[in-house]
């Protein structure tokens, strides 16, 4: 694999993941782009004990622009897209309107809190999209294994960079697709936040893998809970060798599958070359099943969540795995996150997991 | 107040909350209906610590009819609804298709696990359906003050009764709004899950509530995070002597309005005569705010949720409060929760508090 780095015009970094080693990605940009937006905002929530981002600038970020204006295609003879290149393979850049962002300096004095209950902070950190293929008509379940196996080696390499930024203490890979899920660009893409903290969610696995650990001299939750799912049976859908993709036994989403390899690593950067490759076509596998299963024509709308350790704390605890789910319950309905999800953290799943299992199988 | 309660055909409980207490509402249920459907499960999630509802019959649940079949419209003669009368003030109903119901009984040798690192039972509790008003073509909002008192007494009433319910911990009351929000019944009506467990959410209120009062000898978090509030103002949309209403200082949605009594209150309850009559005039008049805040005719889709104290544990950490918030971020775009929101459980908020408070103000 190639990896070429250049700079966008208004100074943001591009990174190109060529799988021809005779790659050569060195156009400029030739756009005059004002500079990168003011940093968001992070402020504390002290009734959840959490951070949240307010990123007023993102209300005006692009939204469903036409295929001809499309930012994520390469640029061509006359039209200068977000990527200089007339083609890529994989290429990875700073989001223009980030959510967090390495472009800031704490302001002299310290930052000032909102009320004595809510500090805030600037919003250290970074976020990058992942273009998965130049092709603009296609989706991430119509790329080759080769180009996963590309991609997965992008994920792995921003995540170990991304780990030596200050401050950042979680990397975040993920997709969302499709309009039901709110995506601004049909581009096949995906994300990379890069957290000053560790997310809510992540501390909740933790603190259960830490209690588990504690209670079992020190076994890992996730590696006896997917031992589990592996003995059981019912709620695999697909595996091979080195990666089982399995619903979890209390699934939270109509339509939710977990990829988990087999062997304990924390994070993209500790997969081994084996693990790399065998991942690719079971991904394949499990979306060409996501999408058959209501016939539409663009596909199953999902978000693909990368859970990996933290940078720093409890990296012994956690468990890298991929959770994939949808948010469609039926061919012509969505699951919503209505009063007890949104308000009240309690999943009503309307699909029993088992049943799930054997439709993704069938 | 005039309470009435009736049986419906099913055996399910309806009860009556008139304003009128010569209003007879005696009318039998005509229909033949099926036996209510059977229990759902409740699934522990090994790996997050908290406890999801299967409830696979509710796939089939009512879904948008027309407004001629609408079953919260009051009976009328050759045709009967949900509610047998022929009119109503405000009506209570155990829901046709429930997440959580007591009608179940723990099968003799305990309920079998999913898996030996999940535990299931059944989904004891109970769902209720609030119909605000027999009119079908009008909202929460176009209701007189007076009938939000009767709303608020049928929401204290079934809060008081479903806390004596045999292992419910925590009652919740709310209204989703809008087909946005994946409502399926235009009628205006809320609902009331009646929990077997506190839920996340309110397990993290409980825990920062917790550290405060042991921080501060005793202090209790929501009031001094109102009090601040109040103090600074900017944030506040509209007050009266009991209540204020303010947009929180590290608010998760673009638009999202906490509306709390001034004194400390552990539920609906233990409101007193004055907070009861205060309450309808703020929140028709947030309401009226939030509709008038895009412009679009059917008004704005919204989550109105009752954060009470649970039933059993940590009274006195509780503090009342209604939290409103839209899934609208502007006229023509929604707010989506993916990957950041939905996998790791962090939002990122397009719209500053307040800006946020200065539009609801203005």
Redesign the interface.
């Given at each position: 694999m190639k990896r070429s780095t250049v700079r966008l015009a208004d100074g943001r970094e591009l990174i190109y993941f060529d799988e021809r080693d005779d790659a050569v990605r060195q156009g400029p940009d030739l756009r005059e782009l004002p500079p990168p937006p003011p940093a968001?905002e992070l402020?504390?929530?002290?009734?959840?004990?959490?951070?949240?981002?307010?990123?007023?600038h993102?209300?005006t970020r692009t939204?469903l622009p036409p295929t001809d204006q499309c930012p994520l295609c390469p640029s061509r003879p006359g039209r200068s897209s977000e990527i200089p290149a007339y083609d890529y393979d994989v290429a990875v850049f700073e989001n223009r309107f980030p959510?967090l962002s390495d472009r800031v300096a704490d302001p002299v004095g310290g930052y000032p809190a909102?009320?004595?209950?809510?500090p805030a902070r600037p919003g250290l950190g970074r976020c990058e999209v992942v273009c998965f293929t130049a092709e603009h008509d296609t989706s991430f379940a119509g790329l080759p294994p080769a180009r996963v196996r590309t991609v997965l080696d992008a994920l792995a390499d921003r995540t170990a960079e991304l780990s030596t930024l200050d401050g950042v203490e979680q990397v975040?890979c993920?997709?969302?697709r499709g309009v039901e899920?709110?995506?601004t660009l049909h581009h096949p893409h995906g994300?990379i936040?890069a957290?000053p903290f560790v997310?809510?969610?992540?501390r909740?696995?933790l603190?259960?893998?830490r209690?588990?650990a504690e209670a079992t001299g020190g076994r890992n939750?996730?590696a006896?809970?997917l031992a589990?799912?592996r003995a059981?049976g019912e709620r695999v859908v697909a595996a091979n060798d080195l990666w089982t993709a399995y619903v979890?036994?209390?699934?939270?989403w109509p339509y939710e599958v977990h990829l988990a390899p087999h062997r304990q690593v924390p994070d993209l950067t500790a997969l081994d070359d084996a693990e790399r490759d065998a991942f690719g076509p079971l991904y394949l596998d499990v979306l060409a099943r996501f999408d058959r299963l209501f016939g539409t024509p663009q596909g199953t709308p999902y978000?693909s969540?990368w859970?990996q350790a933290p940078v720093h704390a409890d990296r012994e605890l956690g468990y890298l795995h991929l959770?994939v789910?949808t948010v469609r319950?039926?061919v012509d309905?969505?699951?919503?996150?209505?009063?007890?999800e949104?308000?009240?953290?309690?999943?009503?799943?309307?699909?029993?997991?088992e049943?799930a299992a054997a439709q993704l199988r069938g």
């Open positions: 968001s402020r504390y929530d002290p009734l959840t004990d959490e951070w949240v981002a307010i990123a007023a993102r209300q939204f959510s909102i009320t004595p209950f809510t975040f993920f997709e969302n899920i709110g995506v994300q936040y957290y997310t809510p969610r992540t909740a696995l603190a259960a893998a209690r588990h939750l996730y006896d809970v589990a799912e059981d979890p036994a209390a699934a939270r978000i969540a859970h959770q789910f319950r039926a309905k969505l699951k919503y996150l209505a009063g007890s949104s308000a009240m953290g309690v999943f009503i799943n309307d699909v029993r997991p049943q």
